[in-house]
């Protein structure tokens, strides 16, 4: 063979490491590696499409396949494909390093931790497949080919595994003829591995093979093909063959595939190594037709432990993988629904920019809305565990959807969950209206940050002691959604019900002529009330609109409340997180005349007494802590509270 000087390169420390673990492999299910490789090839066989379709100068007439070669003698194994390959810094960078974000940090962990090789190496598997490194687990060395669409040069890389590898330039007959990649394993030898019970298998049996590509690579799109024996006649021949089905999964009928399949099938797609959640099919025939199988994933991508690298909805046309990621097929709040979409009614040549004006593409998305949406209620009604556990991890991102896509927002808050006042379970809108008391106004709500601490505020007082139910709403997306939405009715219903902040001003319990009642009551207290509000007014003029007395509150003294159109202190806080300047809203401090503590702040006003600016800025923070806010000043809050309670200690003391 003709080759270029080679150049020794050493691995980056964690792929050398992960390498080394490989090698000494302890992990029984060692058959994977041959699902990776081939995994790897369709991959580059799908991107050399893409760029072909995108770039006029590559043929796109080619004969796109997987070969497995293999030799009994010899002791070897080749995958190849006729795919995008490799360029020399391509083989650098992706073989040579580990650039699968979160293994580094993994490794690291595993090592500290003193987990043991198994469970380490099980983990790894799971989470981050450890793609083309499996090879090790069966092989003592590994030599690839590969050669780059659009140059001429076929590169190799050699390694045993021990820390380094080569990489030489072949010419000559073992150059590649065009592009693509092949990769030749030098089997271990077989028998008993050290610490396992298993004897290792013939990687190199015909149908050992078979089985293997049968099980995991069956629904691969391109044709896997191998030299087979044939018998005819009691005459052997040698013949190649296609040992995959091709058959697209989403093509069968649901009762043709098993679980197993597309579970096989959903960790291909999705990169994710935990079973999904839940799972529906389409098949929607008029004036545009496609097949569709989706999945809602059990975790969500956020996890930094998850290498979330491809999802979406893939796009196939006629059976031909067209793209990754189409996002035109679903709205960005669906981001988490992994799936493919393989239509017949869509030109080949498709490019991303038409897809977004498509009508075709337009129909397909709102089908796939329409079932999603009817899949999830199904969910809820017959599997309400399960679809807390989608509430929790995507819920957040589907409410999204009430805000960005009017139209189906009415259809997104019907499937939305939230914590109530009264349940300690998640609840449903339609639940709460049906739980509504006479006399309500509206569905009450307050936002906040945590539900348990909003259960607590002073503000929902009132409407407790009425029986009326609070939603407790903790994302900063549901303030968006109820300021956007303000108000809301399902499918069945002619009227609307507003939804209503229990922190705006003048949002109240009261039925009218209570209300009226209440403002009598209040209004006896105004005298004796005007030099205390005149006080609190002034000193806290820079934060405050208003103090007022108010019969929202039975039992806690104080607390703040909004004009109907400020943003509440979350939001405000979360578009300072987010780097805009927001002037924070002046606030309405409503106090309660029958409490003990503003009585005697009233009798202190009046007598002139100086502590009145102490209580009542202690007064205002302790109504922004219960607000989930920041006081401005936590020392002299601490100050002034420790002399209030060293006052009241004096009367105390021996
Ligand atoms: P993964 O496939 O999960 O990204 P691998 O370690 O299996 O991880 O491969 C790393 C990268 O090497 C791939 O993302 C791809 O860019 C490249 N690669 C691997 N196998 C092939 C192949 N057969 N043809 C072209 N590129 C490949």
Known sequence: MAQSQQEKLYFQTEAAELLNMMIHSVY??????????????????????????????????????IRIERDKDKRTLAISDNGVGMTREDIENFIGTIAKSGTKEFLA?????????????????GQFGVGFYSAFMVSDRVELFSRRLGTQETWKFDSTGDGSYTISR????????????????????????????????????????RDLVRQYSDFISYPIVMACSKWKDKVETIEDETINSQKAIWCKAESEVKDEDYLEFYKRLSRDWKEPLSRFTLNA??????????????QAPMDLLINNKGGGISLYIKRVFIMNDCTSLVPEYLRFVKGVVDSEDLPLNISREILQDDQRIRVIRRSILRKLFSHLRKMRADEREKYEKFWKNFGRVFKEGAVQDQENADAILELSLFHSTDEDALTTLSDYKSRMKQGQEGVYYIVGRDAAALKGSPKLEA????????LLLTDPVDEVIMA????YKDKDEEAETKFLDVSAGDVNAESESERKEAEERLKSFEDDFAPLKERIKKSLESTLSDARLSSRMTSSPACLVSDSNAASMQMEQLMRAMGQEVPASKRILELNPEHPVVRGMIKLAKDGDSRVEDFASVLY??????????????????RRLSEIMNSALDKVKP
């Open 621 to 638: 923070d302790q109504a922004v802590i219960l607000d989930g806010g920041t006081i401005a000043d936590p020392a002299s809050f601490s």
């Open 28 to 65: 029984s299910n060692k058959d994977i590696f041959l699902r990776e490789l081939i995994s790897n090839a369709s991959d580059a066989l799908d991107k050399r499409r893409i760029e072909a379709l995108s770039n006029g100068e590559y043929s796109t007439e080619y004969k796109a396949e």
């Open 285 to 298: 025939e008029g004036t545009v037709s496609f097949r569709g199988l989706m999945f809602i994933p059990s």
């Open 109 to 125: 962990n595993a090592k500290k931790s003193g987990a043991d090789a198994l469970s380490t190496q099980e983990m790894l598997i």
């Open 463 to 470: 409407f407790a002691a009425k029986g009326y139910e609070v």
């Open 484 to 487: 956007r939405k303000h108000e």
């Open 170 to 209: 072949i010419e000559g007959d073992d150059a590649l003829p065009e592009c693509g990649t092949k990769i030749l394993l030098h089997l271990k030898k077989p028998g008993k591995p050290d610490d396992s019970p298993d004897e290792d298998k013939d990687y190199t049996d015909e149908w050992t093979l």
